[in-house]
């Protein structure tokens, strides 16, 4: 055995087309054709050793009931009684007697062929049997030459009832040198019809395979940098279709996580270097200039305060990027959407009374939903932080929470600058920060609608923003009341509607 696995790797090494796929499938080809071809030369040599079994038999039949018309006994004698000038009966009477047999209750041979002594007596002990039998009698018997022949024997009466036994034969070497000839030729083409079935089973198993080398050439052209390939589907709707359709929407993933890490590189890139210059700039001023303690505490204090901005960023940046990741598990429960919006109502309402804006609530009491409540909260708290920061002093911030058939309806809306149309597009991106102006001197991180967006669509549900300069804004999110599984997303965040 071990001499055997050898040698076939050695035969490998040498052909190495031998361990592919191909080779192994058009095998599986030859071998299964191998078995069903045999399977049915087989078969048909049966079913044609059958056929001259039956033909035989009802030949067999035919004569014998023939014989019963020409034959009579007289004193212990077998008489053939027909018409000698008659051709047909002449044929049909030598015919029987080319293969018979004729003998008394005892044995005692009577008349007999020559072809039929070839074959053999019938003893005593066989006589008595068939003429006690109630069916006809078939025996196979074979003479010197191995030719078989079919012999039929039964009982024929005289006319004072006396039984003698009766045998007339068939010879079935004819249809058995048809059978012989049809198994030589059929198992001589057999090589000829596996070598056909070979070719057909590569050039199959070479077609089957066409797309599994396609997805082998694109996985080479993959690359960080390349993550645009895709396979055309082959619309045959079958296992391959399915690959393919798998293989293309890992790609996708593989894309999007990688668009994720080159935006988080950017976004870090260009967001820590402002207050790192800030700190170092205040550092070289202290070190350059300072010279009493006041100045020294005053460029330490802008140097923390730009820290702290860093750290802020910092820990919005990873929040956010585990978020888009899916590592951040969702807690998801029950939870009553109108109570955590009047909690953080109250709790807004020291910042919007510092700000002399207006802030109500119009709550529907047993709006359950199921979510998780720390983001619900951080969804809550960053609409109505944005809508108080960006509201004059006398304006209105308004949070409604009501049902809305299936779903649970939150608006905050307010009386501020509003939002360019321009803009609108892309206030959920990480990052973005509608361009200041002398209505808008108040700029953020641009993260807090980008966590919005994740905790609305990490929940299942969507979101939507109108807003006009100058007359506000008014941000709806529907979320579902029925509990349903959430699978957290790992794209982006959803863009909002124009």
């Known amino acids: 055995m071990n001499s055997t696995r050898a040698a076939f790797s050695r035969l490998v090494v040498r052909f190495p087309f031998l361990r592919g796929l191909r080779f192994r499938l058009t095998v599986s080809y030859i071998l299964f054709f191998t078995v069903l071809l045999t399977a049915l030369g087989l078969v048909f040599r049966e079913l044609l050793v059958s056929i001259v079994y039956d033909q035989t038999a009802a030949t067999l039949e035919e004569e014998w009931g023939a014989s019963k018309g020409y034959l009579r006994f007289e004193n212990q004698r077998a008489l053939w009684f027909f018409d000698r000038s008659d051709p047909e009966e002449s044929l049909i009477v030598n015919r029987i007697r080319r293969v018979y047999g004729i003998t008394d209750s005892k044995g005692i041979l009577l008349e007999r062929s020559d072809i039929y002594r070839d074959?053999?007596?019938?003893?005593?002990?066989?006589?008595?049997?068939?003429?006690?039998?109630?069916?006809?009698?078939?025996?196979?018997?074979?003479?010197?030459?191995?030719?078989?022949y079919m012999i039929r024997q039964g009982s024929a009466p005289d006319e004072h009832g006396r039984l003698y036994f009766l045998a007339i034969g068939r010879s079935m070497g004819e249809g058995l040198r048809t059978e012989n000839q049809f198994v030589f030729r059929y198992f001589t083409l057999l090589p000829f019809m596996l070598a056909l079935c070979a070719l057909l089973g590569w050039w199959l198993a070479g077609r089957a395979l066409t797309p599994v080398r396609s997805l082998a050439e694109a996985a080479h052209e993959i690359t960080g940098s390349n993550l645009k390939v895709r396979i055309p589907l082959r619309n045959a709707r079958d296992e391959l279709d399915e690959l393919i359709?798998?293989?293309?929407?890992?790609?996708?993933?593989?894309?999007?996580?990688?668009?994720?890490?080159?935006?988080?590189?950017?976004?870090?890139?260009?967001?820590?270097?402002?207050?790192?210059?800030?700190?170092?700039?205040?550092?070289?001023?202290?070190?350059?200039?300072?010279?009493?303690?006041?100045?020294?505490?005053?460029?330490?204090?802008?140097?923390?305060?730009?820290?702290?901005?860093?750290?802020?960023?910092?820990?919005?940046?990873?929040?956010?990027?585990?978020?888009?990741?899916?590592?951040?598990?969702?807690?998801?429960?029950?939870?009553?959407?109108?109570?955590?919006?009047?909690?953080?109502?109250?709790?807004?309402?020291?910042?919007?009374?510092?700000?002399?804006?207006?802030?109500?609530?119009?709550?529907?009491?047993?709006?359950?939903?199921?979510?998780?409540?720390?983001?619900?909260?951080?969804?809550?708290?960053?609409?109505?932080?944005?809508?108080?920061?960006?509201?004059?002093?006398?304006?209105?911030?308004?949070?409604?929470?009501?049902?809305?058939?299936?779903?649970?309806?939150?608006?905050?809306?307010?009386?501020?600058?509003?939002?360019?149309?321009?803009?609108?597009?892309?206030?959920?991106?990480?990052?973005?920060?509608?361009?200041?102006?002398?209505?808008?001197?108040?700029?953020?991180?641009?993260?807090?609608?980008?966590?919005?967006?994740?905790?609305?669509?990490?929940?299942?549900?969507?979101?939507?923003v109108n807003s006009k300069v100058g007359k506000g804004s008014t941000f709806t999110v529907l979320l579902p009341l029925e509990r349903q599984s959430v699978k957290l997303p790992s794209a982006a965040p959803v863009e909002a509607a124009k």
Request: net charge negative; with cysteine; aromatic share 6%.
């Open 245 to 464: 359709e798998a293989f293309n929407r890992m790609i996708e993933r593989l894309n999007q996580s990688f668009a994720q890490i080159r935006q988080f590189s950017t976004d870090v890139s260009h967001e820590l270097r402002t207050p790192l210059t800030a700190i170092r700039g205040q550092l070289e001023v202290a070190l350059f200039t300072a010279k009493t303690p006041e100045q020294y505490q005053d460029a330490m204090v802008n140097a923390l305060q730009d820290v702290e901005q860093l750290s802020n960023i910092v820990r919005a940046l990873l929040l956010l990027s585990q978020a888009e990741s899916g590592q951040l598990a969702l807690q998801m429960s029950a939870v009553d959407l109108g109570n955590i919006a009047g909690e953080m109502v109250d709790q807004y309402q020291i910042p919007a009374d510092a700000a002399r804006v207006h802030l109500t609530a119009d709550l529907e009491p047993s709006c359950s939903v199921h979510g998780d409540r720390t983001q619900i909260e951080r969804l809550l708290s960053n609409l109505l932080s944005n809508a108080i920061k960006y509201t004059h002093e006398g304006g209105r911030v308004r949070l409604s929470v009501n049902k809305d058939g299936g779903f649970a309806r939150l608006v905050v809306e307010d009386t501020g600058i509003g939002i360019p149309e321009e803009e609108l597009p892309h206030i959920f991106d990480r990052f973005y920060r509608v361009r200041p102006s002398a209505a808008n001197p108040v700029q953020g991180l641009g993260l807090g609608l980008s966590f919005v967006a994740w905790i609305v669509q990490a929940h299942g549900g969507q979101i939507d």
């Open 119 to 148: 074959l053999g007596s019938d003893t005593p002990d066989q006589v008595e049997r068939v003429l006690k039998s109630t069916t006809p009698v078939i025996v196979i018997r074979n003479d010197d030459r191995g030719t078989p």
